[in-house]
């Protein structure tokens, strides 16, 4: 009998073989999950904790190639190393080679002269080679949508794992939510705004805060709540006051907590999109766009510091990186018209520029000074060339989360958020200016972590503990990154 609790997903398509490798793994006290798609296999395997593979590499999908090792490449890719034992009726061919040469697979086992004795030592021995595995988060969704305000107080709807369906609360208005001017708040301030702003949603024991409490003493093991504040500017643009708090910094002042350093809450940002876009099904390898600007008449950046440090965390992975240097508008459509790119990682300047009420990046004329190009124009380009292959835009520039600090409203027109808003799964932009070290930090652990197969709220939410763990003033940078999704991906 197995001495632990292990759980074995099981991913086979024939009825009687799922029955039979139920049978056998259950007698030997493990716990098993059966699947019959790739679809369903994908995401068990990267939102829950799975000790053992047992896959079918005959597993029938809509690919036009087997979905059993179709399965393995992705599993490669995402730096899964899951140990698998195939069981298949595919026992001579090629693909049962490579399977064992480039995944990690344990053993084999012929469906047409299939062990019943051998196979449970085999699922012993995969187990007991296995490499200790970093912890596998499970995220538990605790939705905050808020709504146009009624008087001094917004509505709320709030579906989390404590809720039994939908419910309108009440958020009173809290005052001097904005944080003001471009300078990084200090700790203390942080943990004030984050304390008024966590009062304000879940202070009454009666409604939200009751939602809260209860979801965070249901969580199980390895599981996590991830707060989803849903403000949807497109409807309603006069939410844009409330869309600019200092949601990041939202601290928990009994558990004495920010909750973005917490082991047990993440939060992103979610927006709706203008238009519904369909991802491209993806294969190995991703490819990373890491575009850089250094006009000559703007201040210098450690550009190349960060462009290794990226180098670096790819390294050896399922991943390809290019680098586009001195960037200008040409060259940053040739190389998005020309191939596939699934990560563009933005290094330069950026700003909200009030007079024509939108954000900007600015990258390079033909000159090598400064070409502003407006959020609204990159979407353009986006949604026109890549926008089903994109997932993550991550713009390492001041300012290209926010919109006019005086005029909440211009928050709509920020660069990350009008990204966002366009179609791009996930946009990572800066609140304030971020020191160059800090900067660096955030952007190898966050890579790091993504590339091993961390959700991107996981990897960020990791970041930003690298960075409060090393920051030597009494800074809160860690809170000036911002996460936009409008899904997960």
């Given at each position: ?11 086979e ?9 139920q ?8 716990e ?9 296999a994908r ?5 829950e904790e ?7 590499l ?5 690919s036009p ?35 064992f ?24 021995l ?32 709030v ?18 939510m904005q944080i ?15 304390g008024?702003?966590f009062?304000?949603l879940?202070?009454d ?7 809260y ?5 249901r ?15 497109i ?13 990041e ?23 709706p999109?203008t ?24 201040p ?8 290794n ?19 200008t ?27 024509r ?10 000159n ?25 835009i ?20 920020g660069?990350?958020?009008h ?25 190898r ?26 920051e ?18």
């Amino acid at each position: 009998m197995a001495m632990t609790r292990h759980t074995i997903l099981v991913a086979e398509d024939n009825e009687q073989w799922q029955e039979i490798l139920q049978e056998t793994l259950a007698e030997e006290g493990y716990e098993v999950r059966l699947v019959d798609t790739y679809a369903s296999a994908r995401n068990i395997l990267e939102t829950e904790e799975i000790d053992l593979l047992v896959l079918d590499l005959e597993l029938a999908g809509s690919s036009p190639v087997l979905d059993g090792p179709r399965l393995l490449s992705h599993l490669r890719r995402i730096g899964c190393e899951v140990p698998c034992i195939i069981v298949s009726g595919q026992g001579t061919i090629p693909l049962v080679r490579q399977a064992f040469t480039e995944f990690a697979v344990k053993d084999f086992f012929e469906k047409g002269a299939f062990d019943l004795q051998a196979f449970p030592r085999s699922v012993e021995l995969a187990l007991q080679s296995s490499p200790k595995r970093h912890r596998n988060v499970i995220l538990r969704d605790f939705d905050v949508t808020v709504g146009p305000p009624h008087g001094n107080a917004y509505p709320l709807i709030v579906r989390c794992p404590a809720g039994t369906g939908d419910r309108v609360l009440k958020l009173s208005t809290p005052s001097e939510m904005q944080i003001r001017g471009d300078v990084v708040p200090s700790y203390e301030q942080a943990r004030m705004l984050g304390g008024r702003l966590f009062d304000a949603l879940f202070r009454d024991e009666q409604s939200a805060g009751e939602f809260y409490h209860r979801s965070q003493e249901r969580l199980g093991e390895n599981q996590v709540l991830r707060i989803k504040v849903g403000v949807d500017l497109i409807a309603h643009p006069e939410l844009a006051p409330v869309a600019a708090w200092p949601w990041e910094y939202l601290y928990d002042s009994r558990r004495q907590e920010f909750l973005n350093l917490s082991a047990h809450s993440r939060l992103v940002r979610y927006v709706p999109v203008t238009e519904s876009y369909e991802l491209a099904d993806l294969e190995a390898p991703y490819h990373v766009l890491v575009v850089s600007a250094q006009p000559g008449d703007l201040p210098s950046l450690d550009v190349e510091k960060e462009k290794n440090l990226i180098g670096q965390a790819v390294q050896g992975q399922s991943l390809t990186v290019s680098f586009l240097d001195h960037a200008t508008r040409e060259r940053l459509y040739d190389e998005l018209h020309e191939r596939p790119v699934h990560v563009i990682h933005f290094i330069g300047h950026g700003i909200f520029d009030r007079e024509r009420q939108q954000g900007v990046l600015y990258i390079e004329d033909r000159n090598g000074r400064s070409d502003p190009v407006s959020g609204a124009r990159l979407a353009d380009l986006f949604v026109g060339e890549r926008i089903s292959d994109v997932r993550l835009i991550v713009l390492n520039a001041c300012q290209t989360a926010v919109g006019d600090e005086h005029c909440p409203e211009t928050l709509l027109h920020g660069i990350a958020v009008h990204l966002a808003m366009r179609g791009v799964p996930a946009v990572i932009g800066m609140r304030f200016p971020m020191s160059g070290r800090t900067a660096l930090e955030f952007a190898r652990q966050f890579y790091r972590d993504w590339i091993c197969g961390y959700p991107i709220c996981e990897a960020v939410s990791s970041a930003r503990k690298k960075v409060h763990f090393q920051e030597r003033a009494e800074g809160a940078e860690w809170g000036v990154p911002i996460l936009f999704q409008s899904r997960s991906v």
